[in-house]
T-cell receptor, first 115, second 114 residues
Framework: AQKVTQAQTEISVVEKEDVTLDCVYE???????LFWYKQPPSGELVFLIR??????QNEISGRYSWNFQKSTSSFNFTITASQVVDSAVYFC????????????FGSGTRLQVQP | ETGVTQTPRHLVMGMTNKKSLKCEQH?????MYWYKQSAKKPLELMFV???????ENNSVPSRFSPECPNSSHLFLHLHTLQPEDSALYLC?????????????FGQGTRLTVV
């Protein structure tokens, strides 16, 4: 069985602070894929990043960075110098490489960035 | 045209009504999905269609009936729903490949059953 845990239900920060969103996953598959999505108030889930299980390189994209650690089954997401527009619900998700195409989502972390 | 479009955006229906949700993708993808997002649960997969065939049905009650007439369109037919079915219904599409590719989502239909 697969599972994604986002223990932080809600985080509130002040603009320009850095914030890290935690994600811990469980799977017995050796091939799997990890994703982060952002859900603004409009409702649509916006794809942010995909990582496969063979690539543990961390990634940086502008103010966003991701830290993938297989040893701790974690795929954490950091926003540097947060902005009000970053306010949204962020979901971590998992899919496995064989057969199952769909995503298993965590429960999401609501991020509020105060001006 | 945006990648994945869902209509209507909002729907209020009585428990005896029949309605349909529509999803259209303009990305040339070959797989489509219905997810349900309710207030107290994580996003739940409902159905998966690959090349217009239903390949996954995640124990969804029969009052929800999907239809995929072609690779660009996906419907969710609703009948005799219950108030607990009130939720945001999200459609997504992706391109099947040997690995897993990211899914692109529509903005959802906010359904209220009264």
């Amino acid at each position: 069985a697969q599972k994604v845990t986002q223990a932080q239900t809600e985080i509130s920060v002040v603009e320009k602070e850095d914030v890290t969103l935690d994600c811990v996953y469980e799977t017995r598959d050796t091939t799997y894929y990890l994703f982060w999505y952002k859900q603004p108030p409009s409702g649509e889930l916006v794809f942010l990043i995909r990582r496969n299980s063979f690539d543990e390189q961390n990634e940086i994209s502008g103010r966003y960075s991701w830290n993938f650690q297989k040893s701790t089954s974690s795929f954490n997401f950091t926003i540097t110098a947060s902005q009000v527009v970053d306010s949204a619900v962020y979901f971590c998700a998992l899919s496995t490489g064989t057969g199952r195409r769909a995503l298993t989502f965590g429960s999401g972390t609501r991020l509020q960035v105060q001006p | 045209e945006t990648g994945v479009t869902q209509t209507p955006r909002h729907l209020v229906m009585g428990m005896t009504n029949k309605k349909s949700l529509k999803c259209e993708q303009h990305l040339g993808h070959n797989a489509m999905y219905w997810y349900k997002q309710s207030a107290k649960k994580p996003l739940e997969l409902m159905f998966v269609y690959s090349l217009e065939e239903r390949v996954e049905n995640n124990s969804v009650p029969s009052r929800f009936s999907p239809e995929c007439p072609n690779s660009s369109h996906l419907f969710l037919h609703l009948h005799t729903l219950q108030p607990e079915d009130s939720a945001l219904y999200l459609c997504a599409s992706s391109q099947e490949s040997r690995g897993s590719t990211e899914a692109f989502f529509g903005q959802g239909t906010r359904l209220t059953v009264v």
